[in-house]
């Protein structure tokens, strides 16, 4: 490939331009990755960025590269005040990994306020894997424009709060595995079933009997 005059030639001001753009190339801020690995133990992700990076040749061609895959990269659920919202990650999943101003090792592994294990900085190393960013091959469909929902990507079970307060649960069935109490009017539109005893206030189902209440006869005319 031919050399153009400027790069037979520079000027002061591309010589500037080209060591910024060289230091640029070392700054990474975020990029999106698919999942190869999940470690529920850990709660860290292996994954391998979705996008190549351009490599300037030797002989003045480019070649495009995929990078190194990202190892042991923290994965971001959402969690605040002793409480988390957890999901399932599967390999192909796709993430954005947001790479950190500064060293997190010493943090990572001990928490708390640390010194920076070295002076590295938006490196590739240092990754939080967020889920996740929607490619249009991966998007999900048939999002509510209205409504809060907690859903599968099927979009055939989820948890919908309306606007005007209405929390709709659907899918196939709803299981509770503690005692349930309620503070308002129970309405059922289909069969309410009991495989144990029904108490109302004190009163069992299955044991209450009515006193002075006579079996009928074999008459079966009607009064006149």
Partial sequence: MALTNNERSPDLL????DAIQAEL????????CEV????????????QSTIKIPINLPSGEIELVELPMFLDVPVMF???GGFTITHPIKQGDECLVNFADRNIDVWWQQ???????????????????????????????????????IRNDENTCKIQITPDGVINFIGTKSVFHHPVE???????????????????????????KHGGVQSGGSDTNIPK
Wanted: glycine share 4%.
């Fill in 14 to 17: 591309q010589i500037i331009k």
């Fill in 78 to 80: 959402p969690c605040a």
């Fill in 111 to 149: 928490g708390g306020i640390q010194n920076p294990f070295d002076t590295r900085k938006h490196d590739l190393s240092d990754g939080f894997a967020f889920f996740r960013p929607q490619s249009q091959a991966k998007k999900i469909s048939d999002i509510s424009t209205t409504d809060l929902e």
């Fill in 36 to 47: 190869v690995k999940y470690d529920p133990e850990a709660v860290t992700v292996d994954v």
């Fill in 182 to 208: 309620m503070k308002s009017t129970l309405t059922v539109d289909g069969i309410v079933k009991s495989l144990s005893d029904v108490l109302a206030k004190t009163i069992s189902l299955f044991s209450h």
């Fill in 25 to 32: 190339t070392n700054l990474w801020t975020c990029l999106p």
